[in-house]
């Protein structure tokens, strides 16, 4: 090597040592500045947000609505000029509703608005017409004892306190009214705000008790309920539910990448989950994820970015009622889990975004295993702080991520102020309408600067083990 190419090769060196020295938000002020400009001027992203909602609809595993969903998908990848698109097939539950309703009969004779919980047994065809119990808790209903709940059905009236502490009586809310002999269970809808209007979800079975129908009814009609019960009545109503669960069907997660310029084997994936509950439109959960992921991804290509390490979008399935996809997906990619360099998931509407949650991580902090990528990562979020969403925490994640979680993939989460997500959760408000374009856009330009600049710093960030190799 001549003099001139020694001096080159220790100039390009020190200059490389120096931009992985520099915090990330003096490297990447420029190319933020690019991507959110032209993440705020953007209509795409809105757009075809509003084709899956408005065109397509809600999209349960197992229906044809998914299918064509699917491939709508994979077809806006190739539109959107990502590379390798592919639809990993995947099995999943196939749960139907059918005809469904319910009613009061005695005292009063109203029809209850309801909605059967997904993965719930059917009734008789005839229905089951049976005398309610009312309770506060699972502590409150097991202090009647089963000669208080056999033969009734048990109505759990919990108001919302917050979503993870009360989605408990839908979940397992049957099965400990069967234990005690109830013949049909009903819940609150698991919501802060109603007006008349019912939120399903999935429920889950023991394997030590019998599988009873359950539903959700109304906040207002749950509190009907208690009011005519407290003052004396003998409060008796009629269920009728045609819900069954079919063979497992096909569906596919899709698949879609931006390839990287030197570290192509490397990965930063992106994406929420295509599927969603059978009422609505699947507007905040999820097609907002799914859409916001591809959009910031298309971003980056238009912009001519070129990130080190390979950019994946990932629409997962069969999130709602069973994570199939999730689990496909880890299965997929086999030891390849450790290139994977970041994961990032949006689960929670399309508010205003305020920043991202860290997973893995023990909360308030803890030496180096946690300060190091957070302090990464909070330079980052500095990038993000003109738009508001430049706050970086500890807590994040997210459901389809979590096989990659939890064997040390660095996990993040976007968060939104989230003040009305739970108001339309798995309901039929779940619509686009409720979600303001330039909100939309500002997590466009959040998901874009997160996942161009994990993509491109020099060296990547230690998973949430503390491990600097972790994920190579």
């Known amino acids: 090597m001549n003099t001139a190419a020694v001096i080159l090769f220790f100039a390009c060196f020190e200059a490389g040592l120096a931009s992985a020295a520099q915090p990330l938000d003096k490297t990447y002020h420029d190319a933020a500045g690019k991507i959110i400009d032209a993440a705020l001027e953007d209509t795409a992203g809105y757009e075809n947000l509003s084709y899956l909602c408005d065109r397509i609809g809600n999209r349960l595993s197992g229906s044809p609505a998914l299918d064509r969903a699917i491939q709508w998908a994979a077809a806006q990848m190739n ?5 390798n698109v592919v639809t990993l097939p995947v099995k999943v539950p196939h749960w139907v509703r059918g005809r469904e309703s319910a009613s009061i009969v005695e005292p009063v004779q109203k029809p209850l608005h309801m909605l059967g919980l ?23 209903l097991e202090s009647r004892g089963p000669t208080a709940v056999a033969g009734k059905i048990v109505l759990y009236n919990a108001p919302f306190v917050n979503y993870f502490e009360t989605v408990q009586y839908r979940t397992r809310g049957a099965s400990r009214a069967a234990k005690l002999g109830a013949v049909a269970a009903l819940v609150r809808s ?34 009907l309920i208690r009011r005519l019960v407290d003052a004396g009545n003998r409060v008796v109503i009629h ?57 910031a991804a298309a971003l980056i290509r238009k912009l001519g970015l070129k990130p080190r390490r390979t950019i994946r979008v990932v629409f997962w399935t069969n999130e709602e009622n069973g994570l199939a996809g999730a689990s496909a997906y880890r299965a997929w990619i086999g030891s390849k889990l450790l290139n994977h360099a970041a994961a990032i998931e949006m689960d929670g509407g ?7 949650g860290l997973a893995g991580l023990p909360h308030g902090g803890g030496g180096s ?31 389809d ?3 990659l979680t ?56 230690p998973g949430p083990a503390g491990d600097s190799t972790a994920g190579r």
């Open 79 to 83: 539109r959107d000029g990502l590379e």
């Open 350 to 356: 399309a508010e205003k975004p305020t920043g991202f």
């Open 190 to 223: 698991v919501t802060p705000l109603s007006l008349q209007s019912p939120h399903t979800g999935v429920m889950d079975y023991a394997k030590d008790a019998p599988k009873i129908p359950t539903a959700a009814v109304s906040v207002e009609d749950s509190m």
């Open 406 to 461: 939890r064997e040390g993939v660095l996990s993040l989460a976007l968060h939104t102020v989230g003040t009305h997500y739970f108001d339309w959760h798995h309901s039929d408000a779940d619509t686009i309408d409720k979600i303001k374009p330039e909100d939309f856009r500002l997590n466009i330009a959040a998901m874009a600067v997160m996942s161009y600049v994990l993509a491109d710093m020099p060296d990547r960030l």
């Open 239 to 295: 269920v009728t539910m045609e819900a069954q669960m079919l063979r497992d069907a096909d569906s596919a997660d899709v698949i879609g990448e931006i390839p990287g310029s030197e570290k192509p084997e490397e990965l930063v994936v992106m994406g929420g989950h295509i599927d969603s509950w059978d009422v609505g439109q699947g507007a905040q959960d999820d097609g907002s994820g799914c859409v916001v992921a591809l959009e």
């Open 118 to 140: 997904g993965g719930s047994v059917g009734t008789p065809a005839q229905g089951i017409t049976a005398e309610v119990v009312v309770a506060s808790s699972f502590a409150d």
């Open 369 to 399: 295993a946690t300060e190091l990528p957070l302090s990464r990562l909070r330079e980052i979020g500095k990038l993000l702080d003109s738009i508001g969403a430049g706050d970086i925490r500890t807590g994040g994640g997210g459901a």
């Open 401 to 403: 991520i979590e096989p």
